[in-house]
């Protein structure tokens, strides 16, 4: 079937510990995204790819870095300088960029600080 | 700046009654897609519905309708007859296509409880 993947579920990070966040789609999908949702927030973007090989940052980069080096991959790296990482993490895709097309969503992942 | 206000927090209904969720947004661009999206316990985004700006037809899809309102700029989700699965939150959202990378710009989310 074809959807878009994200692991692990949960996530736990140490203290100055990186940590790197899965997503995978096989919707062939050109463009990809990261967000960030906190409790009782709206969901925040971090990052996006309209093509591999290229990112732009979003509304809340900082501590975050990615990278977008096969067109169905997308994993998010949260740093060290992310000083409050805990949040659910959601990867979305869309057919491609300039346009309106609908994004589509990812299971999430929980990332908690031990 | 765009900009996406869901002012109900939350909303508790008895299964069977009718519920709208507002939706208001603010962009300068005159041509944007507005989106619905729900999200259940689980936490994956489930889409609902997408409209762009120059289709002001309102949409029914089952017990799901929207009214599409671009001179009070809302995009208002009604249930009809809600039943307990309709329990999530809901998020409404805008894309814009000038400069924004396409992304989209969410509201606060309105949690629906649909009880028994």
């Known amino acids: 079937d074809g959807g878009i993947t994200q692991s692990p579920k949960y996530l736990f990070r140490k203290e100055g510990q990186n940590v790197t966040l899965s997503c995978e789609q096989n919707l062939n999908h050109d463009a990809m995204y990261w967000y960030r949702q906190d409790p009782g927030q709206g969901l925040r973007l971090i990052y996006y790819s309209q093509i591999v090989n290229d990112f732009q940052k979003g509304d809340i980069a900082e501590g975050y870095s990615v990278s977008r080096e096969k067109k169905e991959s997308f994993p998010l790296t949260v740093t060290s300088a992310q000083k409050n990482p805990t949040a659910f993490y959601l990867c979305?895709?869309?057919?491609?960029?300039?346009?309106?097309?609908?994004?589509?969503f990812g299971p999430g992942t929980r990332l908690l600080v031990l | 700046a765009q900009k996406v206000t869901q002012a109900q927090t939350e909303i508790s209904v008895v299964e069977k009654e009718d519920v709208t969720l507002d939706c208001v947004y603010e962009?300068?661009?005159?041509?944007?897609?507005l989106f619905w999206y729900k999200q259940p316990p689980s936490g994956e985004l489930v889409f609902l519905i997408r409209?762009?700006?120059?289709?002001?037809q309102n949409e029914i899809s089952g017990r799901y309708s929207w009214n599409f309102q671009k001179s009070t700029s809302s995009f208002n989700f009604t249930i009809t007859a809600s039943q307990v699965v309709d329990s999530a939150v809901y998020f409404c959202?805008?894309?814009?296509?000038?400069?924004?990378?396409?992304?989209?710009?969410f509201g606060t989310g309105t949690q629906l409880k649909v009880e028994l």
């Open positions: 409209r762009n700006s120059f289709d002001e």
């Open positions: 979305a895709s869309n057919v491609r960029a300039g346009g309106g097309e609908t994004q589509y």
């Open positions: 959202a805008l894309r814009i296509l000038t400069g924004g990378g396409n992304k989209l710009t």
């Open positions: 962009t300068r661009d005159t041509t944007y897609y």
